[in-house]
């Protein structure tokens, strides 16, 4: 049983491939900051979430903190903002009130940081120390950079008014799966990894997982599957929910997915601001973890565990080993999968069959962000790197496992072991699911 070994390396332009994934995640952050009037950047559109101008800013800032101080020892360029954009210092509800930079000077700090980081790339030796060896304090930052895409493409969502964002509607390649689910045989295989460069600390170690055979859908749960739940009643009955997720739904008047709503006996959507009706064949998105696991529930069926979740992904019987991504070690095309912002909408679900696993599991990769039974916790041999507060504080209960990435992620945050989380409750994120079922 063996990793993708020598297939998660880089080939020796690894400092080409810094300048280029740096550069891709600041000309989308450009689109989704430009996109927007001062007062839109600087307006907190959701409690949940900071200000625009706030991520603007603290991307830059931890750029700075972590290559320009931390790899390069410099001084920082601007000690006084340190505290304002640090995530744990303060909570998102608050960070308006706080004497932020304003989009302007934000623009400024960023890009000067950025130019002290391109010419610190163009003369420091990729190796000899953990955050530099394969470039990953370089790779840490655009994966960060990408994360906090995602989260203001979130804002986006949230935010009331005209449509502002553009993307072509999804084109991918669509062949109907032969079966609505597929099996997975039991036995061991790999979890993990010891050899992606720029894999993040709660992906590693690689390490043997032991499943019992078991079934998972093919597909992502689609939104006239749901509907199907929601004209059962699914909504109105305790039979299907955890007691923390009842008391939510009945607490907040919850009865479907966020951003629906039923008019004329038709349910609609809002969808970075244009309503829609609900398209039946995509993947249902917007659901908690407590949604997911009471549809499962109603299905007479269940969430996958991570584990599982990462063998139908990974596993190729074949070979008996795990690859980096469900079609293999290749990296992701757009033949593959639907990532980097390129559609602002899930493709309708058996797209891309170049994409699917050995196994013949299918859009495992993009589209929307998979929410499995798991909680957050770190794997045998976890070691912080290069600091706690990256996953460390967050393991326990209290978070749960999504898998497999959104159309809002980027392949430099998204790959086969990639891992996220997030509360039970959180509905505003691009989250879906698909089910699963014991042998």
């Not at 009706?277 to 269940?302: I, M």
């Not at 945050?413 to 079922?437: E, H, K, Y």
Request: charge should be negative.
């Amino acid at each position: 049983m063996t990793t993708a070994s020598d297939s998660g390396t880089f080939p020796t332009g690894l400092r080409e491939r810094a300048v280029a994934s740096l550069t891709a995640a600041r000309a989308r952050t450009a689109v989704l900051t430009d996109a927007v009037t001062d007062a839109d950047l600087t307006a907190q559109h959701s409690p949940l979430m900071s200000p625009l101008v706030w991520d603007l800013a603290h991307i830059g800032n931890q750029e700075e903190l972590w290559l320009l101080r931390r790899v390069a020892g410099r001084e920082s360029l601007r000690p006084e903002i340190d505290p304002l954009y640090d995530a744990f210092q303060h909570p998102r509800s608050e960070r308006p009130s706080l004497p932020l930079l304003g989009p302007a000077e934000a623009r400024r700090y960023a890009a000067e940081v950025r130019d002290r980081v391109f010419d610190l790339l163009d003369r420091t030796p990729l190796e000899g120390s953990a955050l530099l060896d394969d470039g990953f304090a370089f790779g840490m930052i655009a994966q960060h950079e990408q994360q906090h895409d995602e989260t203001m493409l979130i804002t986006h969502q949230l935010r009331r008014g005209v449509a502002v964002l553009e993307a072509p509607e999804p084109d991918a390649p669509y062949d109907p799966p032969p079966a609505a689910e597929v099996l997975v045989p039991a036995g061991p295989f790999t979890m993990g990894t010891s050899t992606e460069p720029w894999a993040l600390d709660n992906e590693r170690p690689a390490h043997v997982r032991e499943t019992a055979a078991f079934w998972i859908d093919t597909v992502p749960v689609t939104n006239a599957a749901y509907l199907a739940f929601i004209a059962d009643g699914g909504y109105r009955d305790p039979r299907w929910w955890a007691p923390a997720g009842w008391e939510q739904i009945r607490e907040h008047g919850i009865e479907a997915p966020l951003f629906w709503r039923q008019e004329g006996g038709q349910w609609l959507r809002r969808r970075f601001g244009v309503t829609e009706p609900v398209p039946g064949e995509e993947p249902v998105l917007h659901v908690s973890w407590y949604e997911a696991d009471a549809f499962a529930r109603w299905a007479g069926r269940r969430l996958p565990t991570e584990t599982e979740w990462e063998k139908a992904a990974r596993y190729d019987p074949a070979t008996e080993r795990s690859t980096r991504y469900p079609w293999g070690d290749a990296d992701p095309t757009p033949a593959h999968a639907n990532l980097g912002q390129r559609h602002l909408r899930p493709a309708r679900a058996g797209s891309y069959p170049a994409g699917a696993s050995p196994l013949g599991v299918r859009q495992l990769i993009g589209d929307v962000w998979e929410w499995t039974s798991s909680d957050f916790t770190a794997y045998p041999g976890f070691r912080a790197f290069p600091y706690r507060e990256y996953s460390e504080v967050f393991f326990g209960p209290g978070h749960k496992v999504l898998r497999g990435g959104s159309f809002a992620v980027d392949q430099v945050a998204c790959r086969g072991t990639f891992r996220n989380w997030d509360l039970p409750v959180r509905r505003q994120i691009f989250s879906g699911f698909r089910t699963a079922r014991d042998v």
